[in-house]
């Protein structure tokens, strides 16, 4: 299997910061990296998939970057509405395992 | 719009088999794509269950292969989960999803927890 790590676990912003989350795979996916957002008691919203590209509807604030092993999700002017729990997903090979999850938390 | 709603005992006693289904609306699986299970256990990290599509073929988290079974029903647009011999490690909010371009999972179910306990 391919394991996923992302950094940090959780962290505490404020409202208009930029924020930046890391995603690295155990081995190469090319740009089958997806990254999702949760908020409590509900299920997971795609927010870009294929590394960079943005799910419809969601706001152009969030990107993805990145390729090979390291990926990376940026917020560029963080909203209260974004305060979740991001998880990243690697598509290349079965299964499609998740990461550990980043928390964004309200400094 | 595509929706999917998932079913089935919320209680399931230990060695038993845990059975769900998820039901799709506004979108017929016969049309293609892949449609998935996920599960999540309490206050834990999602793990990717498995996959199937219209025509039946299967893709199986290798940790769970040897007790997972996943069908599709497409004369009543529906696809299931039958996880044999569960255990409390089992227990999790069970989620159905519908997996689009990239591969990803562009629309969830809204999930259900099965807690196993005698």
């Known amino acids: 299997d391919i394991q996923m790590t992302q950094s940090p676990s959780s962290l505490s912003a404020s409202v208009g910061d930029r924020v930046t989350i890391t995603c690295r795979a155990s081995?190469?996916?090319?740009?089958?990296l997806n990254w999702y957002q949760q908020k409590p008691g509900k299920a997971p919203n795609l927010l870009i998939f294929a590394t960079s590209t943005l799910q419809s509807g969601v706001p152009s604030r969030f990107s993805g970057s990145g390729s090979g092993t390291d990926f990376t999700l940026t917020i560029s002017s963080l909203q209260p509405e974004d305060f979740a729990t991001y998880y990243c997903q690697q598509s290349f090979s079965t299964p499609h395992t998740f990461g550990q999850g980043t928390k964004v938390e309200i400094k | 719009q595509v929706q999917l709603q998932e079913s089935g005992p919320g209680l399931v006693k230990p060695s038993e088999t845990l059975s769900l289904t998820c039901t799709v609306s506004?979108?017929?699986?016969?049309?293609?794509?892949?449609w998935g299970w996920i599960r999540q256990p309490p206050g834990k990290e999602l793990e990717w269950i498995g996959t199937i599509y219209q025509s039946g073929t299967t893709y199986y988290n290798p940790s769970l292969k040897s007790r997972l079974t996943i069908s599709v029903d497409t004369s009543k647009n529906q696809f299931s989960l039958k996880l044999k011999s569960v255990t409390p490690a089992d227990a999790a909010v069970y989620y159905c999803a519908k997996q689009g371009d990239g591969r990803a999972l562009e629309y969830w179910g809204q999930g259900t927890l099965v807690s196993v306990s005698s």
């Open positions: 506004g979108f017929s699986i016969s049309s293609g794509y892949y």
């Open positions: 081995q190469s996916i090319t740009n089958y």
